[in-house]
Structures are given as structure tokens and as C-alpha cells.
């Protein structure tokens, strides 16, 4: 079919490491997710972004700021690819 992943018109999730936890509504984010689109989440909460339920947070707070956490947690990343008139991205 040669359609790009990018180029997917309806709803498109990518698998990103989450822990469920029954004390929250959505999972926890075991992940760094600084280098990629947030639509690729396949939920959403409206009152909190997607920082809230990272578990880098609790670990800085465990470990304190000055450690590399790089290490510990997996880093995802999303990249674009450069539009092409009229064309699929794997032509």
C-alpha cells in the first residue's frame, strides 16, 4: 500500500511504556516524552497534560534533580518526515 505512518488520516497511537495503577484514571508514563508528538497517546485527560503522570517526576523527587535519570528511563522519540508533493513518504 506504501502509506507512511505519518500519513494516516484517523487516530494513530504508538506503543509507549505505561504502568496502570488503580489510584489513577490514566497510566502512569514510564517514559521520557519530550521528543514526540502527544497525539500518538491513545488517551487524553482534560484537567492534566501528560507530564502529570510521568514517573520521572516521582523518581526526581526520590533521587533528586542533579541525577541522570537517562539511564533508567527509556527515551521515545517521533520523527516527521519531510513532506512530499503528491507522494507517499515510501515511494
Not at 504508538?14 to 519530550?34: E, K, M, R, S
Not at 526520590?62 to 537517562?70: A, K, P, Q
Request: aromatic share 14%; hydrophobic share 30%; proline share 4%.
Amino acid at each position: 500500500m506504501k502509506i507512511g505512518f505519518s500519513d494516516i488520516e484517523y487516530a494513530v497511537t504508538g506503543y509507549i511504556p505505561q504502568v496502570l495503577n488503580n489510584n489513577f484514571l490514566f497510566p502512569l508514563v514510564a517514559c521520557d516524552t519530550d521528543d514526540f508528538s502527544e497525539e500518538l497517546f491513545d488517551w487524553k485527560d482534560q484537567e492534566n497534560d501528560y507530564e502529570h503522570y510521568s514517573l520521572r517526576n516521582d523518581a526526581k523527587q526520590i533521587v533528586g534533580n542533579g541525577h541522570d535519570l537517562s539511564k533508567v528511563f527509556s527515551r521515545m522519540k517521533h520523527w516527521l518526515p519531510p513532506k512530499k508533493k503528491g507522494k507517499n513518504y515510501d515511494d
